[in-house]
């Protein structure tokens, strides 16, 4: 066994190489984390148990559970719709444009943040913001950040909006010093929050990546469809001009034509009025034609009506074949719904102007055809052969409304069990991904897909490595001799060693753990010093939520981590002028809130 001191100098020289190593992108994020802390195991710094306790840790697994159940409810439910009604974030029409959006969204989130645990906020709105930038053009790398940072410092406001202050609390609580002042919390965290936001709305959005390689992967498999719509008998745009019902400007879609009765009205005007039985008939690119639906305005694809009453209906791209015997018919000639248990949505063909309606377009060879597709659809393409599978684009699961009210009954009784106390988050969560799994909502398949491996291994071998920390005494040490300096400086002097220590423990192992690190140390300070201890306990409290610099210091950061296709390099490079932003904010807002301190 080493010399503790001679632990400690390799688990922290460890730490630094790593993050070196990561930053410069010499090995791959999760790797690194493998090799660091093999090498500690190797040199029996920490066991093999300790290693491997992080595939046990509730945190990590309700950080996974949350991965695999928004997909889920997003794949089961039209989770963007709601979010649009409830957020109203899905028009990109405003002056501001990204950074329009950009402001709803971080604001919007950091005030439901301060209420609700922040991780299962940021697992449920990343689908939702990756696929906003997906259809406006916008890299994910330059919203997700936002996203997890809006989270951080929303759930910082107040006492219940993150487990950095719960925790804190019950340390307080337990060693007789009161609790945490709500009031502080509030005027703090609400000032952090707004500074934080505006200056990343104002000036730090051009120091968040644009990884544009996602972007082009959109770009290469856009195609422009003819798309058939009709207006519901409710439609709010009956009797308004085509101007007025806000169909001028539809964001990567424009109105071709409207066919009213046997009369085909093209180029359409801006004043022309819209009447019930009309047949809209527009032209834009796959990921958009569903929104037509989604935005209040009352439009329907009709073939949808027909098909909504499925369990499950899939959208597939296919193309129709040289020998097809469907070439030179329509789709209403050949009863195309009957024969391939599919309904064709909408028809691409390479860049020809189509016109009418989309049952009526006689077929050609080379035609891409967009399908609602039926459980028997696979089946029936391969018995006639006449039409090849491209890709499937997306798949609507409608449940039941029987199976839709048990799920329901289901997520309300695991959510007032939690509220109660009578259960943990972890288990709460896995009460409602059992009843997905019960009734079908998820797959196997599913759990494989959205599980991300390596998210799994950083969040498990960083536990370890903040196990190392603590068990080597390695940020006891580093924070005990900083705070010999400074503590002959004054109490603001100590005050701010306090922030910047929990904030770089915060940044390579747990909240808690920093927590957990630096309670005892600014107990002892304030008993030692004889000085106010609340604006020390403040000052741990927000510097264990300064989760900026790296990916690994919070759950949030990690969520967003992939889908953003970010590394660490990212979170460093807006993080440094975010976290000094962070703690200037929270060091002045205490001495305001502390004059005598």
Known sequence: MLPQYLQQIITLGSILLLFVAIYREWVRPAVGFLGIVLGLVLLQIITPQQMLMGFSNESIASVVLLVVLSSALGKNFQIESFIDRFYHLGKRDTPLGYRGFLLR????????????????????????????????????????????????????????GTSTTLVLNGFMISNGVGGISGLS???????????????????????????????????????????????????????????????RNLRGMYLVEIIRAKQVISPVEPREKLQKSDVLIFAGATEFIFDLTSNGRGLVLPQYDKTKKRDAVKV????????????GYTAKEIDFRRRYDAAIVAIHRNGERLSGKIGEIKLRQGDLLLLYAGRDFRNRVDLY?????????????????????????????????????????????????????????????????????????????????????????????????????????????????????TTILTSFITNVGAVSIMFPLAYAVSN??????????????????????????????????????????DFFRIGLPVTIIYLTTVLVMIKVLYPDF
């Open 316 to 327: 597939i791209e296919a193309v129709v074949g040289a020998h097809s015997n469907l070439i």
């Open 105 to 160: 969204m971080m604001v919007q989130v950091a005030a439901l943040s301060s209420f609700v645990n922040n991780t299962p906020v940021v697992a449920l709105m990343t689908p939702y913001v990756f696929n906003w930038g997906r259809k406006y053009n916008v890299s994910p790398s330059r919203l997700l950040i936002p996203l997890s940072y809006a989270t951080i410092m929303g759930g910082m406001i107040t006492l219940v």
């Open 385 to 501: 052969r006449d039409i090849f599978i491209v890709t499937q684009v997306k798949e609507f699961l409608q449940p039941k409304r029987k199976k839709t009210l048990l799920f329901l009954v289901a997520v309300f009784a695991s959510i007032g069990a939690l509220l109660v106390g009578f259960v943990s988050l972890f288990t709460a969560l896995l009460l409602i991904f059992a009843a997905m799994v019960g009734l079908k909502m998820i797959t196997l398949a599913d759990v494989k897909r959205d599980v991300d491996v390596n998210m799994v291994g950083i969040l498990v071998f960083s536990l370890a490595l903040g196990q190392a920390m603590i068990t080597t005494g390695s940020g006891e040490l580093l924070a005990q001799q900083i705070l010999n300096v400074t503590a002959s400086l004054g109490p603001m002097a100590v005050l701010a060693s306090l922030l910047v220590i």
């Open 185 to 247: 919390l509030l005027l703090i965290g609400g000032t952090v929050c707004v500074l934080g936001i505006l200056f990343i709305v104002l000036v730090g959005y051009r120091l968040l990546p644009n990884h544009e390689d996602i972007l082009n992967k959109f770009k290469e498999n856009r195609r422009e469809y003819l798309v058939e719509t009709a207006l519901e008998r409710s439609s709010p745009m009956i009797g308004k001009t085509v101007n007025e019902a806000g169909l």
């Open 528 to 569: 030692t010093l004889q000085i106010d201890g609340m604006p020390l306990y403040l000052g741990i409290a927000y510097g264990a939520s300064a989760a900026f610099l790296t990916p690994i210091g919070y759950q949030t950061n990690l969520i967003v981590y992939g889908p953003g296709g970010y590394n660490f390099r």
